[in-house]
């Protein structure tokens, strides 16, 4: 008599499947060095200025604290702090600082990598509130293993998008 054992072994599941906000919150928190760019009249032209970051976990929310540190014009240190606040599914983000009046909602209109250690770029776009004229701002975010850029631009009314800003940082730990 013979006897016939089948054995099934399965790898063992994953029990939490990461997340796409968990890939840019673990990318971005730490310490970053570099520069602030802001568009100058000519575009040729801008101002640039060194800055540092500190991205921790938001104290609030379920966000990340953006506190930037930049030298200023009398030799004072200037700082700023700001609060994102991505959904789950990295579709949608709440964006606001503390002198704003209120945070702007963005939605995310094209997601690129994060997967399996690669870069991921968010382009986010929402319209402007808060201004005469109405607005639409598009945010770039770049982030890597040691690269983090940060860009806005800026549509008046139904004109093309122009650079405002960028923060472009390499990680400083």
């Excluded at 997340?19 to 570099?34: I, N």
């Excluded at 870069?119 to 607005?135: C, I, W």
Aim: glycine letters at 10%.
């Amino acid at each position: 008599m013979s006897l016939l054992v089948v054995s099934c072994v399965r790898a063992p599941a994953r029990f939490a499947e990461e997340q796409p906000r968990d890939v840019l919150y673990s990318g971005m928190v730490g310490k970053w060095s570099g520069t602030h760019v802001v568009a100058g009249s000519n575009p040729a032209f801008g101002r640039f200025t060194p800055t540092d970051l500190v991205v921790v976990p938001a104290p609030d929310r379920d966000g990340l604290e953006l506190r930037y540190r930049q030298p200023g014009s009398t030799n004072a240190v200037q700082q700023s702090l700001g609060h994102w606040h991505f959904a789950l599914a990295l579709d949608t983000a709440q964006m606001g600082g503390a002198d704003d009046r209120g945070e702007m909602a963005y939605r995310v209109v094209e997601q690129a990598g994060g997967r399996d250690g690669a870069p991921l770029q968010l382009v986010l776009e929402s319209a402007s509130t808060n201004q005469p004229q109405p607005k639409r701002i598009r945010q770039v975010i770049d982030v890597s293993t040691g690269f983090l850029r940060i860009r806005t631009d800026v549509q008046e009314a139904d004109g093309d998008f122009t650079f405002r800003e960028a923060y472009v940082f390499r990680r400083a730990e």
